[in-house]
Structure formats: C-alpha cells, structure tokens
C-alpha cells in the first residue's frame, strides 16, 4: 500500500502479478477482496512496474452508455486517437482485443460488479473474447471488485467465466507487520494497540496521526460524533448486506465473546438455525467472519467458533453500536474513559495480542526461520473431566503429532519461572502433551532456569517487529 511515494508489503502479490504480465500464455485474471482492501493501489503499483501500455477503468454504477463513454475516453487518450463512438461494452471490449493484436495491452475493469450489473450477459461475452482471440490478441484482462460474494461466483462451475482465469488473488488484510510499517513512529506496545483497532486494511492505517496518542487517535477517527470512520463499517457491511436480516445482531452477539453456533442463536435472537447458517456464511464469504475449528479436532461442528476477523468491525460493534446514543451526547474524552479503555487494556488489546504472535508465527513458519516448524497452527480443544469442564488453548502448533503450545501476555512485568511453570502445569493437568512450551512476554522475562530452557520458546514484544 502507497503512502506518497512509498509503497508497503504486497510483495508476494506483487510478484504474482508481474507474473502474470510477463508470461505469454495469461490471458486473464480475476482479483478481488473486500473494501478498502487496497486493490486498486496494489493493480496500479504493478502497472507502474511494466512498460506495457496499460488501460485502468473504474466502472461507475450508472447506465452502460455513460461507462462506455468514460472507457472510450481514456482509450483514445490512450492511443492518441479522436473521440470514439462506441455505445456498448462488447463493441468497446471487441476493439480493445483487435488492437492488442498489434501490440500487448493490459485492460484492467475495476469495479466489475457496476457494469455486469447493467450489461446482460457480460460474463459470457467476456468469456467468448477470451476463448476466440488467444491465438490472435495479446490482451491481458484483470477483472477486479469489491462485491466479495459477486466476484467469487465468477469462478462457479455454472458461471461463463469458469476456468478462464490464469491468476485468482484473493487480496486479505496485511498482517500485523506490513500494518505497522504504516505506523512505524510509534512503540511496539502501541502498535499493538493501533492493530488491535485498525486491523490490517490500509485505508485506515494511513490515516493514523503519528504526532497524536493512540487514545487520541481512536477518539479522532471511531470514537467521537463526526470521525472520518464514523459510518465506516456501517457503510462498508450495507454494499453487501441490504438484502440480509439480523446481521447486526449476529455481530453483536459475536462481539460479546459468544462464538458457538447454539450460543449465538440464543443471544442473536435469529428465528432459526438456517436462517443463522445462511448468515454466518454470507458473513464468512465476505471475509468479515471467519469459522475455526480446533486443530485436534476439525469436523467436529459443535467445537467449531465463529470470530469476527476484521478489527475495525469488531471493535465498532464491542464499545461503539451498543453506545450510540451515549457518543452522540457526550464529550468524547469522557466516553472513551468510561465505555472503552478499562476492558479495552484489560481483555481487548491482550486478545488481538494473541492473533498477532499467531501471525508472527506464520510469518516466520513461511520463511523457514523456525526450528520447530509446524503443518497447523490454531486452538487446541481440551475435555477435564476430573473438573467437569472443557475448553481451548488459543495458540497451538502440531508437525508430525507433536504439538507446541504457545502463551501470550501482554501485561505488565516480567514473567518468571514460576508464572510459567504454573502455565505449564495447566497444559499438562489437561492431557495435551507438547514437546515444548513457547510464551510472548510484552515485558521480557526473569529467573528463566537455564536447565528449562531448552524446554521452553520464549519472545519478547520486539521480536515481532524486527
């Protein structure tokens, strides 16, 4: 993502894309993600990267006419051409691939959603300009949009447009390390914190102030009448969520911490458990929440949670939508005294502290610096029937049966050998049999044994960032 001249992370998106400009075989490709995902800024990145002469169109959601118009516009500025008189899609897409026969073009459509919408049958003419000009047009297509749902039918066996894609990218939310990079004046304590609110969409991270406090900043942009992300996330689930009841309950249930698929109808007061199915599936396909099940146990469906994944969202519905009409009266400071920061330094930063030493792990799993690597990395789903209780380990990773389980603490003061012991005892008295013991410590450590630590894994806060 672009913050003047500087563009941040995306690098294996980027070489993906290159990729597909560069090869000779690639005719099209379908690149998709959620909004404000930073899409448009990663596709223009790469077409300042090729010398290939390149179209970008933003479909607008007016007629076919006017988008016509705007496409013909840019295509004769373009090719130094006089104005041209197109007045469909398919006569301007038909020209575009004769003139790629002379010479390679790139024809990105950005907001495809807008003019399918508008243009019946626009994925079977697509499909036909593809299929019938590979030997004689050199034309890259991109079809690109924000309608996470729309965009993915594209690739449904019924659709036209199946199997035509050389290059599927899903774009997801940088993790926490690019997200910091947009942030990088602040300590590494506070850019948890910033994470924890702002998640990894770039759109928000680049509005970060970093001559204010994090506080000052969450008040600024989400927590006082009249914040640039004010009616974000409201706008934002609207685009895909008109047509679909009971959304905002379900996250609000979510929010509260209930994750069970029994638990969340019950707090939701959804009518019933398809139309609860047919919510969180429309609400996962839109990668806003995400279904996990525990590592030792995948198929089972009554251990499985549902989390809400984006970090604004999330935070929105747990301090904001429950108090609207208490933001809307009084003053800001005092409201996020109140009615955010105790829980929000208490349980919420600590909980996406635990997401992000997950991440932190998968970075380094991917890069091959981990000693101890892993196949799965997730909860681990615990039965003490001594107790008469169950419940799960947020951070474990398996490889070959052996499993690691992980602690993370974001706290004040160090953690010493006795935390930790305790730590370990508990993992144990549960039956779960690791062949080590990993913590993250915000504050570092003191009186680790020597003798233990081949035992344990221990990182500090600035580990991460490094």
């Not at 609860?276 to 599936?281: E, I, S, T």
């Not at 892993?374 to 380990?393: L, M, Q, T």
């Not at 035992?455 to 580990?463: A, F, G, T």
């Amino acid at each position: 993502m672009a913050i003047g001249e500087v563009f941040f992370g995306r690098k294996e998106n980027i070489k993906a894309i290159s990729r597909f400009f560069n090869s000779d075989n690639n005719d099209a490709a379908l690149i998709y993600g959620r909004r404000r995902v930073g899409k448009t800024e990663l596709i223009k990145h790469c077409l300042k990267q090729t010398k290939t002469t390149s179209i970008y169109y933003e479909c607008k959601e007016t007629s076919e006419l006017n988008n016509v118009k705007s496409l013909c516009e840019i295509i004769s500025e373009t090719f130094g051409l006089p104005p041209l008189a197109f007045d469909t899609f398919e006569s301007t897409l038909a020209f575009l691939y004769k003139q790629a026969a002379k010479k390679e073009l790139i024809l990105v459509i950005d907001e495809y959603p807008y003019i399918r919408k508008v243009v019946e049958g626009l994925d079977s003419i697509i499909q036909s300009f593809i299929d019938n000009n590979k030997s004689t047009s050199r034309l890259k297509l991109i079809l690109c949009g924000s309608y996470v749902e729309t965009m993915k039918s594209l690739l449904s066996e019924e659709n036209p447009l199946f199997g035509r894609f050389d290059l599927v990218m899903n774009l997801k939310a940088m993790d926490y390390y690019e997200s910091a990079l947009f942030y990088k004046d602040f300590s590494d304590e506070d850019k948890v914190r910033l994470y924890s609110v702002f998640g990894g969409i770039p759109y928000y991270n680049r509005r970060i102030d970093s001559s204010k406090t994090v506080k000052q900043n969450i008040i600024d942009l989400i927590a006082s009448p009249g914040s640039r992300f004010e009616n974000e996330v409201q706008m934002h689930l609207k685009s895909e969520i008109s047509k679909m009841q009971n959304a905002y309950e379900v996250f609000e249930a979510l929010a509260k911490g209930f994750v069970r698929f029994k638990d969340i109808l019950s707090q939701s007061q959804v009518s019933s458990s398809p139309t609860l199915a047919d919510v969180l599936d429309k609400l996962i396909n839109m990668d806003i929440v995400v279904k996990e099940s525990p590592i030792n146990d995948e198929n089972n469906k009554k251990k499985a949670g549902y989390y809400i994944s984006d970090q604004l969202t999330l935070f929105y519905f747990k301090y904001i939508y429950r108090n609207l009409s208490r933001l809307a009266v009084m003053e800001s400071e005092a409201f996020y005294d109140k009615f955010i920061e105790p829980d929000f330094e208490e349980h919420y930063v600590p909980q996406a502290f635990e997401q992000i030493c997950r991440q932190f792990l998968i970075r380094k799993n991917r890069s091959g610096e981990l000693a101890d690597s892993f196949e799965k990395i997730g909860k681990y789903w615990y039965d003490d029937p001594i107790n008469h209780k169950n419940g799960e380990f947020d951070v474990v990773t398996e490889n070959d049966n052996s499993y690691i389980f992980y602690e993370a603490k974001f706290r004040e003061g160090k953690l010493d050998k006795n935390l930790i012991w305790n730590e370990i005892q508990q993992v144990n008295s549960t039956g779960l049999v690791c062949s080590k013991y990993g913590f993250f410590s915000k504050s570092g450590y003191k009186e680790i044994d020597e003798s233990h630590r081949q035992q344990l894994i221990l990182y500090k806060l600035e580990d991460l960032y490094q």
